[in-house]
């Protein structure tokens, strides 16, 4: 069988789309998803996404990580499965679509940008001197001092494997305030590497801040990443996040096809 897909990036969170509408992929295939996302013997990608048709939505989101599992919203991804879908002529500016935590709205503002609604956010807990959080995914917020020399995958993955979310994982958030943005770098369960952008994670950064910051009112977060910058705007009135929304960029990189085993 040859498998017809294409390739996306978001802020260089790297993804694999797969237009699977006809159903004519199994996609509960751990070893097949995972041997796609590698990068020296597949695709490569940070995780690839299976957009099937869904009643009373656009489309649905499909998300495996790269370690071949299925998993949590990924923000970046939702983003990337917005522009592909324009592509193949599902949806035009605007659209609603279902993912794993639910029912999407999401917006594209220019050729290659795009606004996605997140889930509220009702609770964020104070751990020490951290956050943890869930913005569609579960995140560990930290902040520290000269982010740019830190071993993100050595101290990310200590955190990510530590006997409070060695069973099921945590993405871990390095933060760094900039004054006028903050810089972040993230290490991602599932990819189990520091990745180029998390947009779950950006989004619980943004968040995390504000609450730190006792920020009331409509906010919008400015945020660098190694692949680029994104911004987050939501509303909080000391109880809830809600309004939440990720803008920035869903790139189409190029098509392909692959020789799948039959």
């Known amino acids: 069988m040859r498998l017809h897909f294409s390739k996306y990036?978001?802020?260089g969170n790297d993804f694999i789309l797969i237009d699977n509408r006809m159903h004519l992929v199994n996609h509960?295939?751990?070893?097949?998803?995972?041997?796609?996302?590698?990068?020296?013997?597949?695709?490569?990608?940070?995780?690839?996404?299976?957009l099937q048709n869904k009643k009373g939505f656009d489309f649905e989101m499909i998300y495996y990580n790269a370690d071949g599992q299925s998993s949590s919203m990924c923000g970046?991804?939702?983003?990337?499965?917005?522009?592909?879908?324009?592509?193949?002529?599902?949806?035009?500016?605007?659209?609603t679509f279902y993912a794993v935590d639910g029912s999407h709205d999401?917006?594209?503002?220019?050729?290659?940008?795009?606004?996605?609604?997140m889930i509220d956010v009702h609770q964020i807990n104070a751990i020490e001197n951290a956050f943890v959080l869930n913005t569609g995914s579960p995140h560990y917020v930290l902040c520290v001092d000269d982010l740019a020399h830190k071993d993100v995958y050595v101290d990310g993955r200590a955190i990510r494997y530590s006997p409070s979310y060695a069973a099921e994982g945590i993405n871990v958030?390095?933060?760094?305030?900039?004054?006028d943005h903050y810089f972040v770098r993230t290490y991602e369960r599932g990819v189990e590497d520091e990745t180029y952008a998390c947009g779950t994670g950006v989004t619980a950064v943004a968040i995390a801040m504000a609450k730190q910051n006792q920020q009331r009112g409509a906010i919008h977060t400015k945020i660098r990443v190694l692949g680029g910058r994104l911004d987050v705007r939501f509303q909080y009135d000391g109880h809830a996040f809600t309004h939440v929304f990720l803008e920035g960029p869903a790139t189409f990189v190029f098509d392909g096809i692959i020789d799948m085993p039959s």
């Open 173 to 179: 958030n390095f933060v760094e305030n900039k004054s």
């Open 28 to 50: 509960q295939q751990p070893q097949l998803i995972s041997k796609l996302c590698d990068r020296r013997f597949g695709i490569g990608a940070d995780g690839i996404i299976f």
């Open 106 to 117: 999401a917006t594209l503002i220019e050729d290659d940008q795009v606004s996605l609604q």
């Open 9 to 11: 990036e978001g802020a």
């Open 76 to 95: 970046n991804g939702g983003r990337c499965a917005v522009a592909f879908a324009k592509k193949l002529g599902i949806i035009h500016y605007q659209t």
